[in-house]
């Protein structure tokens, strides 16, 4: 097995951002003018997701969060059941479209969380539907998803004495070699990262992460420099699956994918470096 000496975890870093969408409008801003206004809000239950875009973009197969909460803290255990449809008013059904888990808020807490898992593409809307406490009055907020595409990297070779692994990173530093050593580049992010002990290594990263230029560092973990044909396979959710020849010759930058968003998607173009 492997003895890293100094262990560089990297873990998928899913662009999930979350937000409060509101019909009419912001149910975050309503909040905060009733109590700019002195109007009691203190019975209202909404969506405490961060802010910072109008869409959380996600993939099938993945859990995300439903944060829920009050401004105040709440003296009994409360349930939060959500409603979920896709944003064209579709109906979405449980089991088919999607998975989800109510949100539980604990006595003597403001917040809590739930989940939901989608199982088809598309763009679904969720809100608060109904709670068990007592006099808790739910907010119109809503948390719209995008649920994209998914991109795999996967690479495979023959003998497994040989060790390779994958970083893939949001942008190029020709500096960077020997990672366990000396770290990723500080100028860069992982958007994936697989290390296994096997002759095959896999990430998978949301489609719309993928937008401008992209590249796959891989580490000869062992320095052996031995020339091994690798095989990449890079496989679009719902789309192509397409095969390269890697040679491993060193620790190197070995692919470079140039993401380009459209009405339709995100579409790739390849290129072995």
Sequence with gaps: MKNKKSIYKLFLLLAVVFV???????????????????????NDLFFNNDTASANIFTGTDIPNDLTVGTLTALSADTNVVFDVMYQDGTTATEGVDYMVNDGVITSGSQD???SITFLN???????IAGNDGSSLDNTPSKLI?????TVTFSMVWDDPFY????????GIDLTM???YTNGTSPD???LGYSGGISNFESVTILSTDLVGDTYLYLEDFYNDNASVDVTLTVAVQGGTSTDFTI???????AFKVQGTQTDSGVTFVYEVL
Excluded: Q, R
């Excluded at 593409?121 to 809100?127: Q, R, T």
């Excluded at 060790?163 to 949001?170: G, K």
């Design 20 to 42: 409060v969408s509101c019909d009419d409008s912001d149910d975050v801003n309503d909040v905060v003018s009733g109590i700019d206004s002195g109007l009691d809000v203190s």
């Design 112 to 114: 809590g969380t739930g």
């Design 121 to 127: 593409l598309g763009d679904f809307e969720v809100s």
């Design 145 to 149: 998803f995008k649920v994209v595409p």
């Design 163 to 170: 060790d390779y692994d994958m970083f893939y990173m949001d």
């Design 177 to 179: 070699n020997d990672v």
């Design 188 to 190: 860069l992010n992982a």
């Design 247 to 253: 040679v491993m010759d060193m620790d190197k930058w």
